[in-house]
Nanobody, 114 residues
């Protein structure tokens, strides 16, 4: 059983920054890790993902503002979020793929408001 645990969510004013971090309960080399988000009344959407060979994929709405990385180990993924906007408000979920199986975290709330 593999669990993903997120941290770093919170409340921030527009233009501010937050850093999300996710760590897996086991040290395994995920094929791909990333972040999704779901705002109230909306479907869950991809924010950013990073494959094992370093290829990144970002939602157009966050390009140039968010940066995904796996600097802390193969079982971790971080999301640096800068220039946050109210429309970034959502629950952010960590996601990992390993041997064809999907793993999800419980989610962390990010609220951007003045």
């Amino acid at each position: 059983q593999v669990q993903l645990v997120e941290s770093g969510g919170g409340y921030v004013q527009p233009g501010g920054s937050l850093r999300l971090h996710c760590v897996a309960s086991r040290v395994i080399d995920f094929d791909r890790m990333g972040w999704y988000r779901q705002a109230p009344g909306k479907q869950r959407e991809l924010v950013a993902r990073l494959s094992g060979d370093g290829i990144t994929d970002y939602n157009d709405s966050v390009k140039g503002r968010f940066t995904i990385s796996r600097d802390d180990g193969v079982n971790t993924v971080s999301l640096q979020m800068d220039s946050l906007r109210p429309e970034d408000t959502a629950v952010y979920y960590c996601h990992g793929v390993w041997y064809g199986f999907d793993y999800w975290g419980q989610g962390t709330q990010v609220t951007v408001s003045s």
